[in-house]
């Protein structure tokens, strides 16, 4: 589900042929942090847009030319990614690629 929202094609019209919306944040992202270089990238979102954001930082982490660490600050996600999605986020935050935050209320 937010894997697909994120990586499958757009369905507006306008999109060019093979646009997903993460392409869209990514070009909009290496614009503004070429227009703010000393600026840094947080993501935030609240229940299902804190999925999203969590997923959306771990890819944004993995791109060289935005800077690091992405931050990744979200109120009330459910879980989402397996064992592979986990070590891998751990790898992101040990080397100072991404910082992630998941505030939750029991």
Known sequence: GFYN?????TEDESDL?????????????????????DHKVYVTGHSLGAALSGLCS???AC??????????????????GGEIYYESSQYLEKTKQLRMLRSVND
Do not use: H, M, W
């Open 58 to 60: 771990f890819f944004l």
């Open 63 to 80: 791109e060289p030319d935005l800077p690091k660490p992405i931050s990744c600050i979200n109120f009330a996600s459910p879980r989402f």
């Open 5 to 9: 929202y994120l990586f499958n094609e």
């Open 17 to 37: 042929k093979g646009t997903t919306k993460y392409d869209q944040i990514l070009e909009d992202l290496k614009e503004l942090t070429v227009k703010y270089p």
